[in-house]
């Protein structure tokens, strides 16, 4: 099992930036692939990127070029930069590692018109 604990979530405005961060509990994290998902009200959750072990990144199409993920392995984290925010970017954030069946809380993110 692994615990995920997701921070960073809030209310901006449309344009603006946040960074979510996401601290997890697992050996040898450096050897998984991880990701962001996010459910917005009604709708099915939904991969928003990837970081695999390699360092190759993938993007939903909606937030390619908005947003950047990463990840330190020293800290067992992962983390995603999100800039130029819109209104239909507001979900609930979840991290994940590949292979898990673990979900943590979330992060709110709610972005303003």
Wanted: charged share 20%; with cysteine; proline share 2%.
């Amino acid at each position: 099992q692994v615990q995920l604990v997701e921070s960073g979530g809030g209310l901006v405005q449309a344009g603006g930036s946040l960074r979510l961060s996401c601290a997890a509990s697992v050996s040898f994290f450096s050897m998984k692939n991880v990701g962001w998902y996010r459910q917005a009200p009604g709708k099915q959750r939904e991969l928003v990127a990837g970081i695999r072990t390699s360092g190759n990144r993938n993007y939903a199409d909606s937030v390619r070029g908005r947003f950047t993920i990463s990840r330190d392995n020293a800290k067992n984290s992962i983390y995603l930069q999100m800039d130029s925010l819109k209104p239909e970017d507001t979900a609930v954030y979840y991290c994940h590692l590949e292979g898990f069946d673990s979900w943590g809380q979330g992060t709110q993110v709610t972005v303003s018109s």
